[in-house]
């Protein structure tokens, strides 16, 4: 355990190193179905894939969840697997492929480089990361993962045999331990089995504060993390798919669980991106009045620490 802990505390201390004094980190973060790709990916041929209707094998997997009082993903990851049997093999390859026929929201695909680009002309460093329920497989599996947009990708995940066939779950991300991810990302703890996560950060230390963070999802399960968010000033953002229309999101933002709505349209001069660069420049003006608080509160202490030394 002691080794253990050195490397983290090292691991901490070159990631906290990233961050320059000059340097102000925006983190967004994105569900995944539903927010960034329309439907949920294992609806995207791997359901069909194994002999069943996307609504009868929802409606097994929750039965499932609810006879034996199950998380909900448990339940799904189960049903996955079992289903397999006889049909693919159940491997990180084959789960991999499927992640790449997943489809994204009209302008997923240059959404990063614009907003990144953006970010950079205000002094801004921008940082993707996914926190999903769903699979992390076949989110690396799609092409934007593929190309190393996301900083991290927080979702559930299965353990593999040597043979590459999934035999257990490794990870499993439900809506209320989302929240977690958050903090790791607030503190540059990214590494999810550090336990460095619940050491106190003074604010000044802190790599991404919660105001430069936004959360972008677009249902009840995104609630826990739009209102931490929230709550310590930063920036939730509610998206519908507008062809299915946006009570969802609306009654969200009526119970004030997220900040903003807009259409789940990521094309250039879209409503969502007009919205985010908004953000962007809130941040690079606030984060300037901050940093030059932290100086001046700096010069204040050693001016008087000097006089106290001289008197």
């Known amino acids: 355990m002691g080794d253990k802990k050195k490397k983290t505390e090292k691991a901490h201390i070159i990631e906290k190193a990233k961050r320059t004094e000059k340097e ?94 953006y970010g950079r002309e205000r002094g801004i460093t921008v940082e993707h990361y996914i926190i999903s329920s769903g699979l992390k497989e076949m989110i690396e599996g799609t092409e934007i993962a593929k190309r190393g947009v996301f900083r991290k990708i927080y979702a559930s995940s299965f353990f593999y045999d040597d043979r590459g066939e999934a035999i257990w779950p490794a990870q499993v991300i439900n809506y209320t331990n989302k929240t977690q991810f958050l903090f790791r990302i607030e503190k540059g703890v990214l590494d999810i089995n550090d336990d460095n996560v619940n050491t106190y950060f003074p604010p000044e230390e802190l790599r991404v504060p919660f105001r430069n963070m936004v959360y972008i999802g677009d249902s009840d399960t995104d609630i826990p993390c739009m209102k931490l968010v929230n709550v310590n000033g930063g920036h939730s953002i509610g998206v519908y798919n507008p062809e299915k229309g946006r009570e969802r999101v609306s009654r969200m933002m009526l119970d004030r669980r997220t900040r903003y709505t807009a259409p789940a349209d990521y094309t250039e001069g879209s409503e969502l991106e007009t919205l985010l660069k908004g953000i962007i420049d809130k941040t690079a003006s606030y984060e300037y009045l901050e940093q030059k608080h932290i100086r001046d509160l700096k010069t204040s202490e050693d001016t008087l620490k000097a006089r106290e030394m001289n008197v």
Not at 66 to 84: F, G, I, Q, R, T
Request: proline share 2%.
């Open 24 to 117: 102000i980190v925006l983190a967004v973060c994105y569900d995944f179905d539903k927010t960034l790709s329309p439907t949920d990916m294992q609806a995207q041929g791997y359901i069909q894939s194994v002999g069943y209707d996307v609504e009868e094998f929802w409606k097994k997997t929750n039965e499932l969840g609810e006879k034996n009082e199950m998380d909900s993903n448990l339940a799904y990851m189960y049903v996955m697997k079992d289903e397999a049997r006889g049909r693919l093999i159940f491997s990180k390859e084959k789960l991999l492929e499927y992640g790449s026929r997943v489809t994204l929201f009209p302008g997923v695909d240059t959404w990063f480089d614009r907003v990144n680009a």
